[in-house]
C-alpha cells in the first residue's frame, strides 16, 4: 500500500545570473541594390565668357568636405523671404562679402518659387561652399518634371556661374553655383 519513495539528493540552488545564450552576431549588411535606370547627364556645350553653364543631372545630391546649411520650409508663399534671409545670414557668417544681398535674394527667390510651384507640402534649402562658389539648391520633395524655363531666370543673375535642375530620388531639384568674387568693374578705354 505504500510505494517506496526514491531517495533524492539535496536541492542545489540555481545559479545566478541564470545563463543566458550570448545575442547573436550582427549580419552582414546585404549589397545595396543597383538602381534600375543609370542616372542620365545631359548638359550644353561649355560656356564662353561671361555665360552660365545649364545642366540637367540625375545623381542623388551629396555634399562633402565643406561648409553646409540646409533649412526645411513649409511650401508657401512666405517661404522665399524665411530662405533668403536664412541664406543671406549664414553666407555674412562665413564672411563673404560678395555676392551682394540683392544677387542672394533674386537668386534665392528664383530657386524657391521653383519648388514651391511643384505642388508639394515642403521644401528643403541647401547652401554649400567651397573654392570662392557658392552652391544654393532646393529641393521640391515632389516627383516632378525638371523645367528648364527657371534656368533661363538663373542664367540672368549676375554672377551666376552655372545652374541645373533635376528630378532623382530625393525630387525635383534646382539649384544655382554663385561666384564670391567682387564684379569686375570695366573701365573705358581711350
Known sequence: ???????????VPPSYPPRSTPPPKKPVEAPRPEPKTKPVTTSLPLPGPAQ??????????????????????????????????????????????????????????????????????????????????????????TDAQPDAEVLAQLHAVTGTVSCGTDASEDGRRVWALLSTEPPHRRTAVA
Open 1 to 11: 500500500m505504500s510505494e517506496p519513495m526514491e531517495a533524492k539528493g539535496p536541492k
Open 52 to 141: 552660365a553653364r545649364l545642366e540637367t543631372r540625375r545623381p542623388s545630391m551629396t555634399v562633402r568636405n565643406r561648409r553646409v546649411s540646409s533649412w526645411p520650409y513649409e511650401a508657401n508663399r512666405w517661404a522665399a523671404k524665411k530662405a533668403t534671409a536664412a541664406v543671406t545670414e549664414t553666407v555674412r557668417k562665413w564672411e563673404y562679402a560678395h555676392p551682394a544681398d540683392a544677387v542672394l535674394e533674386e537668386t534665392v527667390s528664383l530657386l524657391v518659387g521653383a519648388a514651391v510651384l511643384d505642388g508639394g507640402k515642403r521644401i528643403s534649402v541647401h547652401l554649400a561652399d567651397e573654392d570662392d562658389l557658392l552652391l544654393i539648391a532646393v529641393l521640391s520633395h
